[in-house]
């Protein structure tokens, strides 16, 4: 049995509290750290890594999105239930036989719930088959219908004949046929992946593995692979090495130099056929050129495809003799081809060789930043298609456009009451929003491009409208001076993404009933335009006629309909929205439930749609200037209000839920406190409150400020008891869904009760007031409303030493007691009317409920009023009072961010539990936390006045990059605007020699005369917003260019940019140009040529507009959630934390099942599954299945994310482990130094992981006896460690002790005990003399002093005696594989400890007792002795 604990057992909690990274001392954080990264690379473990879903999507999406309907309850009952259904629908898989024309029958497993089209699939994926597409199948010659399931169909069985059957052509089928051949033969071509269409992206795992690992892993084993390893890395890949050449981010790929099949397949230009020859039954003519050059004309006709007599200047249809008919293309052209025969099933072994994740399709569109020059082919399906609107791959036919809004609207209306149906439902809403998703960014790049007329084509550019294959577009400029109060054009880009931000959280409260649009927005050549299902019927009235619910002036005209009152009434608790009245033009009450903006409309199909939730969340008044306000003094000290471009800023739902859940907290302690304090005042016995707790904020006082830091677990059991005022259910325990309060379910502290609770304001920079973690994603886990307390059910035990202060401990035992009392008497209020419950009891909560804001005075419920602040908004003068309190709420919240989730964060970038790498990941940890990249400039002031300023370092530099990127990309945007088409590429190429070069003079190359001056004559009517003079854009100089970024981060970051131009900002702050070019592409949308750039000649610019390839756009959309495999998910990390491995792997496996039924085969949170997957199979011994699954997490990570996302870079990593236990040494190397490439590209070598990476490469070449490469490495990773971690850390002491080992391999012994003194010294220092790792490195210090005197002795041997004497043989240890596998292991965070059967029954008592005991007291876990290893494997 294995297990992992920490690199020491937990005994020693604090001994060493002086710096705040390492007050934590046990490994545990620091080897769990790197265990399971989720996907962003900040480790906000695991269990909320299914949230991520892309880039900035926030976790909230999940909030609370389970109606009614199962699968709802807390995770151990719920999973019973939940793998019930399961079973029912796992029916057991069987086995068919396919009988093919022209093949061998074969054996196909099939499982029942699989449609017959899945088959046919699967048939057109063979490479026998693959040729085939017009078939049927037939089973005893009945034809099967292609959308049955297998279980439906009468007589299908184990063993049963499926008979492929040829089918006459239509024009479709011929067109899907001709469409199939072609992708068949690009099949190995990235052509489509480097230009990013049809949803490929690129992958170069196989580059390093020479294949697939599964299979080479069998060959390779054979004999040692010692002796053939060439171990030297490129020279820019060794430490210190200052060049970061680009080119080897997309090493070539052997394969994909293509067999070329055919010269030419195209459409002849004699298509379509005339009526005569339509009634032969001629579907349409190909032209076709063979390798031999063999011009031939083929026509594809009902009955198959033959050659016909036309050439390319004369028509005649007639069969050629011999007109060699076939059914399938393929067949005819090999038989006119024998180059075409031999290539193309050479080209089919290789396909079907490659890793199937290499090739399926991503559900979203992935851009590549790079790519290398590529020959334009001919090919007639992607010319077809440039002419069509094609949209999903059903539509081959020009003129068949989807309503869009009907698949949105009534993919939601399926019924979701049973886990079949869910499944059924999120399969279909993931499906339609990717395919909504791809068509409104093919029509919003359409509409810049100008295709598409505008629907008011009268008016000016910026006012247009569009409309194309039924999805409305429009563009981010205020238009009609709609936004003029709140910011105009900076206002009216703002809107689109903060109405998106709506979208997706009314989506994911999913109430029946409320409908949303499709909403997508695409930031493309510096527009922003935003793309919308369209309501049935809008477009034939007035907007002011169908607006039912909301106001279209904002605020100055209102109307309110009692049924959307009732459908948003359901949202307004998990939003946290609250009702409210404001006066509308006639002075009357209006009562609504959202913001005024959020307008209510009745489609024709009689839906209740709502629309503009630009204002779902409140405003954040940090950016708010309001006359006559007061913020906090928190907020004041750090400058706030500060005026910002526009008054739409709103705060993050992920805030909201924080800042609830930290007042939840407080409730619960005021009452604990009140209770307690009656309790004493009755028996006189008990003293009242210890430790200072009294000093809590009176109750009184209305608003305590809100700077007790947040913590979100009160205790382990999640606090699902939130009052709330339902009274169906008699305990608030189960399915009550108190959104009001998500629990706490990052697995953050049990202990955590407020450590500074009076404290009115912490001084800002102590960052080592532990603020605990206030971990956003703890609410965002709550996949659906449905708290899932498996997460917080951990053992309980890492999570206490998460922030041991010594203070914490011990208040939180003191107001425990009460803390229990005050939960049964919020439950039993909310559960009953409480009429038993006496007043002395009743006016505890209502002192609570007071004194933390709480709308309701007999229960914990906290919503804000989004109206408040809104120009143009009244209200009554009787709510005065409850507006005067809203607004406080909002002062507390503003003031929540900046005195607690700043500091938050920057104290889990202190101890490693978050750990940016790149721009997108440094924004997820802000997001997740509440904190808008807005305050980026005030974090990173923050940062710099930290003491302990070099450990965020690295956080410093990743955050200047993102702003000045940020700053150059808004720049970049309206510099955009005024380019047209013809001279895209020289001012794209222009701006990033202003930005990036240090040439001083760049000039800009305008496109050739005489183009231009004819251009100028014909008045540009139509394209070009904002239009002027077209070449201005031609006169930006890096001066004026680095100026206007240096001013940009002033005005809109607040933050002060050090240096004259770029070169002394880079030069100042250690950045890397290569990061900042990576950066600003990736964030505009530009894609470049991959060959190395010279930036720092003074002589000449860095880029030519031939480097300019292409702009993409970047899309922000809606990103579905399957919440009944998330749960699963959950549940598997739950029970693996808690040591049943088996069962965890079995529930992960059994979410995997669930997240393809939903997502298909690739997606983010497979990924993350795979990954769990392989971590689980490699601590249960099984290395072969490791590796199998790690691979796909690796190839998914790639294709989903991007082949240099710092996700990608994490799963490298642990491939390479795996790889290594799997005994192929050269592969894991050559996947380390891939990682460690990427990571310099990345973020460069001065980062915290980079230590990681390091060990691992040393260690593998220590292991195949590379000594001095592996000195390298590990010098550096002691570097590092040293500097991140502080020197008395312990994972410095590891560090120390790895680079003995290869000093004493070497034989210089010195060196060797040197460093293991001083990883002696802090063992002894940090976990004292008698603990086991103390004890090892005082044992191996002996043992290296023995062999240094046994080699001094035999040195002066040879001095005395010279050539005669007689010498002991020294012993020179080259490690074993095995030592270095164990060392591996330990720095990766996974130790095996061998158990017998009974200390497993032992463990399995134990942490059942916990878990009973929690039960009871609810009160915080015993800390384990030395020898339990409690802790059961695996991963953060």
Partial sequence: MVSKTDDIPASVPNCNSVDPAEGETPDSKESTKTVLKDPCGCAHSADTTMMNGNGAHDHSEEADSKPEGGSGADADPGEETNEQEVIVIQDTGFTVKIQAPGTEPFDLQVSPQEMVQEIHQVLMDREDTCHRTCFSLQLDGNVLDNFAELKSIEGLQEGSVLKVVEEPYTVREARIHVRHIRDLLKSMDPSDAYNGVDCNSLSFLSVFTDGDLGDSGKRKKKGSELEQIDCTPPEHILPGSKERPIVPLQPQNKDWKPLQCLKVLTMSGWNPPPGNRKMHGDLMYLYIVTVEERHVSITASTRGF?????????????????????HSLVELLSQISPAFKKNFTALQKKRVQRHPFERIATPFQVYSWTAPQIDHAMDCVRAEDAYTSRLGYEEHIPGQTRDWNEEL?????????????????????????????????????????????????????????????????????????????????????????????????????????????????????????????????????EQEQSVIYGSIDFGKTVVSHPKYLELLEKTSRPLKVQRHSVLNEKEAPVELCSSVECKGIIGNDGRHYILDLLRTFPPDLNFLTVEGEELPPECQRLGFPRAHRHRLACLRQELIEAFVEHRYLLFMKMAALQLMQQKANKDNKVPAVTDGTNAEPEPTNATPTPTENATPAASTEPTNSTPSESTDTPTAETNQTPESAQPPEAPTDDTTTTTTTNAEAPDTDTTATPQDNTEVPATAVTTNGTPEPAVAAV?????????????????????????????????????????????KSREVVLNACKAVGSISDTSFDIRFNPDIFSPGVRFLDSSADAIQKQKQLLKDAAAFLVSCQIPSLVKDCLDHSALPMDGATLTEAFHQRGINIRYLGTV??????????????????????????????????????????????????????????????????????????????????????????????SSLTPAELWKNIVSEAQTYYHFTLQGESVDQAVEKYGLQKITLLREISVKAGIQILIKEYNFDSRHKPAFTEEDILNIFPVVKHVNPKASDAFHFFQSGQAKVQQGFLKEGCELINEALNLFNNVYGAMHMEICACLRLLA???????????????????????????GIEHPNTIQEYMHLALYCFANGQLSTALKLLYRARYLMLMVCGEDHPEMALLDSNIGLVLHGVMEYDLSLRFLENAL??????????????????????????????????????????????????????????????????????VALQRTMNEIYKNGSNASIMPLKFTAPSMASVLEQLNIINGIIFIPLSQKDLENLKAEVQRRQMLQEATKSEEPEPSDDTPTDMPVDD
């Fill in 306 to 326: 033959y050659l016909n007599q036309s050439t390319t200047y004369s028509f005649n249809p007639k069969p050629a003799s011999p007109s060699f008919l076939s």
């Fill in 940 to 1033: 990173l002031e923050f940062v710099d006045k930290t003491p302990a300023k070099t450990q965020l370092e690295y956080f410093y530099r990743i955050g200047v990059t993102e702003l000045i990127t940020r700053c150059a990309k808004h720049i970049f945007k309206t510099y955009l605007q005024g380019v047209e088409l013809s001279a895209l590429s020289a001012a794209v190429s222009h701006f990033l020699n202003c930005f990036l070069s240090s040439y001083p003079d760049a000039v800009a190359h305008l496109p050739a005369d005489e183009l231009v001056s004819r251009r100028k004559n014909r008045k540009r009517r139509n394209r070009v917003p904002g239009g002027g003079d077209n070449t201005t854009w």
């Fill in 795 to 839: 053992d309980g035990h890492q999570a206490s030493r998460e922030c041991e202060s010594p203070l914490e401990g011990k208040e939180a035992e003191e107001s425990i007691p009460g803390l229990a009392q005050a939960k049964e008497l919020a439950e039993s209020l909310a559960a009953e009317d409480g009429s038993s419950i006496d007043p």
């Fill in 1279 to 1348: 570097a590092i460690n040293s500097k991140y971690h502080g020197p008395r850390s312990l994972k410095v002491a590891l560090s120390h002790h790895l680079v003995a080992r290869v000093y004493e391999s070497k034989a210089e012994f010195r060196s060797a005990l040197q460093h293991e003194k001083e990883g002696y010294t802090i063992y002894k220092n940090q976990v004292g003399e008698t603990h086991e790792k103390t004890k090892e490195s005082s044992e191996y210090l002996k043992y290296l002093t023995q062999q240094a």
């Fill in 409 to 541: 609207q009534t993919t939601r209306e399926l019924p979701r009451k049973n886990l079949p149906e869910r499944l059924l439902r999120e399969r279909a809403i993931f499906k339609v929003h990717s395919d909504f998703a791809a068509a409104a960014t093919r029509g919003a790049m359409a509409v810049i491009d100008g295709n598409v007329m505008a629907i008011n084509p009268g008016e000016e550019t910026r006012m247009q409208m569009f409309i194309w294959n039924n999805i409305f577009f429009s563009l981010g400029f205020d238009v009609r001076d709609h936004y003029r109060e709140l910011g105009g054009d900076a206002a009216a880009h703002a809107a689109p993404t903060n109405d998106l931000n709506g979208v997706r959280a009314y989506g994911a409260v999913d109430v029946e009933g409320l409908y949303t649009l499709g909403t997508v927005v695409v930031d493309y050549r510096g527009y922003r335009v935003t793309a919308q299902s369209i309501i049935p019927g809008i477009l034939e009235r």
């Fill in 1175 to 1201: 971590r689980l199979n490699y601590i249960m011994g099984d290395h072969p299945e490791a590796l199998n699954n790690q691979q796909k997490a690796v190839l998914m990570s790639e294709r989903v994310l």
